[in-house]
């Protein structure tokens, strides 16, 4: 109800993004598109009860063209946690079924997220790999473990998509995000609380051999996981 809530509000801002996108000021467009979204993040989270505890700001790459954005993935709440503390848009991975979705479709083609069709993996990662390519197009977030742990436990990463990254040097930036699953799937009930969000180094994969995915996917899950269990 509260993501809808603030869904619905947000709509009164879209004819100002389609005019800046009319008038090809990408530079504007884009700055407005990432304070109406943050500010819809944030309402979210105040609504909730959620507050956040952020850590490794001096670990956010200067230039964010043309870099993944990896987590872990604890539970509902996850991309409104990063989309009010990370400073600057990531577009996200989702269902092309939800690119029929009236203004929420809207909101997600202006963060540039990558619909997907799942019945053609080959397609998919050729697109997404052209995408991630585009430095006029924000980073993608990536969520490799599939689907919500709803603990602090992490489950292993798909490799797929991370090897694709891997074999392309695509750089990659861990983030740990830690207690979002309290906030509503360990009561099946929003029930706010804190929630800690950790920025590591960014991976440079052109300093693995190609040979060494297995290296890279393990310090990648082990970057990830440091934090987790420790206290919020």
Known sequence: MIFWIGLLISTIFLPIYFLLKLLSLKKHEKRFVFFITSRWARFTLFTAGIKLVVSGRENLPVQHAGIVVISNHQGNFDIPVFMACLPFSTGFIAKKELMKMPFLSAWMKAIDCLPIDRSNPR??????????????????????????????????????????????????LPVTINGSFNCYEKNNNIGGGFVSVAYHPLIDTSRYELSDFEKFNDDLQRIIASPLGKPV
């Open 123 to 172: 397609d998919s990662r050729e697109r997404l790999i052209s995408r991630i390519k585009r430095t006029d197009k924000n980073p993608i977030f990536l969520f490799p473990e599939g689907t919500r742990s709803r603990s602090t436990s992490m489950g292993p990463f798909r490799t797929g998509t991370l090897k694709l990254l891997f074999h392309n040097r695509i750089h990659v």
